[in-house]
């Protein structure tokens, strides 16, 4: 009598255990339009799948996906930029409004870049740049509004710092913005424009970061993975993936420009990356289930 109790136990505990899974089913993912942040969730996606996980991945502002956080609509965020976020960190997740999982990614750079012959114009400095005022048209090129780097921007530009108070910052797209650019380099025209690392521009154009803005952007950076407050023990299975979960510069890298060169979709340069370096998947699965409790292992090498 005492066995069946046992094993009744067992059986009530496992079933529960399902039962948390399948409510953890459909994770919630959210994409600001950044290729890098388009790759590591290309990534978490095809992993999630094979495991037996429906990820849902949407597109929203930097702004949106901290206020989706803290309000339970958005349970997973890849692309936690610091310290370039650091205004979202002070106000979301110090506070425990949104919890820093895990570090995923270290050694960034996000900062204002320019040409390489503007950068042998003279300009190496935030404080180069309004002595080239007339040939910058007074203008920097940002990102999409509300992204964190364009509010550090127009701090700079409401407080005048570098003599940049007369300057605008223009706000678009990161393709939009990397247009213009390749418009300017084609004419070598003076711009200025938010860059970073790992990126395929720092392939595709002959660019030099700007030193002096340390205080708004930091001199490196690490990228984190945020989830909305008490996920990881709702969903502990998918918590230990994504605290699992790591990246290197050249990997991202490395899927970017095969989705830029070979006009690939993310989920087709993840899959290939992840085909091309298996053993990657040792380190990302290790203590994973599926979904219906397996190894996750071997049911996502099956996907390849």
Same mark, same amino acid.
Not at 75 to 80: A, C, I, P
Not at 152 to 175: A, H, P, R, V
């Given at each position: 009598?005492?066995?069946?109790?046992?094993?009744?136990?067992?059986?009530?505990?496992?079933?529960?255990?399902?039962?948390?899974?399948?409510?953890?089913?459909?994770?919630?993912?959210?994409?600001?339009?950044?290729?890098?942040?388009?790759?590591?969730?290309?990534?978490?996606?095809?992993?999630?799948?094979?495991m037996g996980y429906q990820p849902k991945v949407d597109?929203?502002?930097?702004? $949106? #996906? %901290?206020? /989706?956080?803290?309000?339970?609509?958005?349970? =997973?965020? +890849?692309?936690?930029?610091?310290?370039?976020?650091?205004?979202?960190?002070?106000?979301?997740?110090?506070?425990?409004?949104?919890?820093?999982?895990?570090?995923?990614?270290?050694?960034?750079?996000?900062?204002?870049?320019?040409?390489?012959?503007?950068?042998?114009?003279?300009?190496?400095?935030?404080?180069?740049?309004?002595?080239?005022?007339?040939?910058?048209?007074?203008?920097?090129?940002?990102?999409?509004?509300?992204?964190?780097?364009?509010?550090?921007?127009?701090?700079?530009?409401?407080?005048?710092?570098?003599?940049?108070?007369?300057?605008?910052?223009?706000?678009?797209?990161?393709?939009?913005?990397?247009?213009?650019?390749?418009?300017?380099?084609?004419?070598?025209?003076? $711009? #200025? %424009?938010? /860059?970073?690392?790992?990126?395929?521009?720092? =392939?595709? +154009?002959?660019?030099?970061?700007?030193?002096?803005?340390?205080?708004?952007?930091?001199?490196?950076?690490?990228?984190?993975?945020?989830?909305?407050?008490?996920?990881?023990?709702?969903?502990?299975?998918?918590?230990?993936?994504?605290?699992?979960?790591?990246?290197?510069?050249?990997?991202?890298?490395?899927?970017?420009?095969?989705?830029?060169?070979?006009?690939?979709?993310?989920?087709?340069?993840?899959?290939?990356?992840?085909?091309?370096?298996?053993?990657?998947?040792d380190q990302w699965l290790e203590g994973v289930k599926?979904?219906?409790?397996?190894?996750?292992?071997?049911?996502?090498?099956?996907?390849?």
């Amino acid at each position: 009598m005492q066995k069946l109790t046992v094993v009744l136990s067992l059986v009530v505990l496992s079933s529960a255990q399902v039962y948390a899974d399948t409510r953890c089913e459909t994770v919630k993912m959210a994409d600001p339009g950044w290729s890098d942040i388009a790759a590591t969730n290309a990534i978490t996606s095809f992993l999630l799948t094979g495991m037996g996980y429906q990820p849902k991945v949407d597109t929203l502002a930097v702004p $949106i #996906t %901290f206020g /989706g956080l803290k309000d339970g609509q958005v349970d =997973v965020f +890849l692309g936690n930029w610091m310290p370039a976020q650091q205004g979202f960190y002070d106000k979301f997740v110090a506070n425990g409004d949104v919890v820093q999982l895990a570090k995923n990614l270290e050694g960034t750079e996000f900062t204002l870049a320019v040409p390489d012959y503007v950068w042998e114009a003279g300009v190496h400095d935030f404080a180069d740049l309004n002595k080239f005022a007339d040939k910058f048209d007074k203008k920097i090129y940002g990102i999409g509004s509300g992204a964190p780097a364009n509010i550090s921007l127009q701090e700079i530009i409401k407080k005048n710092d570098f003599d940049l108070g007369q300057w605008k910052l223009i706000e678009s797209s990161e393709q939009a913005m990397l247009a213009e650019v390749s418009r300017a380099v084609k004419k070598q025209r003076f $711009i #200025t %424009f938010l /860059g970073w690392t790992p990126h395929p521009m720092n =392939v595709q +154009l002959k660019m030099r970061y700007l030193k002096g803005g340390e205080q708004y952007f930091g001199a490196t950076g690490s990228v984190y993975t945020l989830t909305r407050k008490g996920y990881a023990q709702a969903c502990p299975n998918v918590g230990k993936l994504l605290t699992n979960l790591s990246f290197t510069q050249a990997m991202e890298n490395s899927i970017m420009a095969d989705v830029a060169n070979n006009k690939v979709s993310n989920a087709q340069a993840a899959k290939a990356w992840i085909k091309a370096n298996p053993a990657v998947l040792d380190q990302w699965l290790e203590g994973v289930k599926t979904l219906d409790g397996q190894e996750a292992l071997p049911a996502v090498k099956a996907k390849l």
